[in-house]
């Protein structure tokens, strides 16, 4: 199994723990897959390591941003933003983190691309989110859905 890259760098216009406290009350997720047949799967990863996750669903870049304007207006950036790379549409999940990125709390790519493709497609030298080779199992999504286990400190 790949190793998941955990450094999220951000690019800077926002505090990250006040960020992190407004959305520390309503968890969202949001996941960003033309493929609906994963659905299921990761429905199945968050409610069994965080079931107060809400999870939001698009199928393209347009969708998400309608989304993620939405959940940033509101003071409630989304805890995590999964997204595949390539997706219905002109528009692909690399773009999707380039305009956003910051705007949620943590972002993950999946895709088929092998790791290195991914490594070269990424600007490596500011960090990339982290990635999930597919085919996804349930313990690979558990441990991106691991990203929103907050402690209770």
Known sequence: MQA??????????????GRR???HA???????????????????????KNPAVKLDWATSVSEAEKLIHLR?????????????????????GVDLWN????EALN?????????SKYELMMSLDFGCPTY???PL?????????????VSEA
């Open 4 to 17: 998941l890259q955990t450094s999220i760098p951000r690019k800077g216009l926002f505090e990250l723990e």
């Open 21 to 23: 406290e407004r959305a």
């Open 26 to 48: 309503e968890m969202r997720v949001l996941i960003v897959e033309d493929d609906l047949t994963l659905q299921p799967l990761w429905e199945r990863a968050f409610k069994t």
């Open 72 to 92: 940033f207006s509101r003071g409630a950036p989304y805890e995590l933003i999964i997204s595949d790379i390539f997706l219905e549409g002109n528009a692909t």
């Open 99 to 102: 305009r956003y990125g910051e």
């Open 107 to 115: 972002f993950a790519f999946v895709s088929g691309l092998p790791v």
């Open 132 to 134: 999930l080779k597919k």
């Open 137 to 149: 199992t349930l313990q690979k999504c558990e441990e991106i859905a691991d990203l929103t286990c």
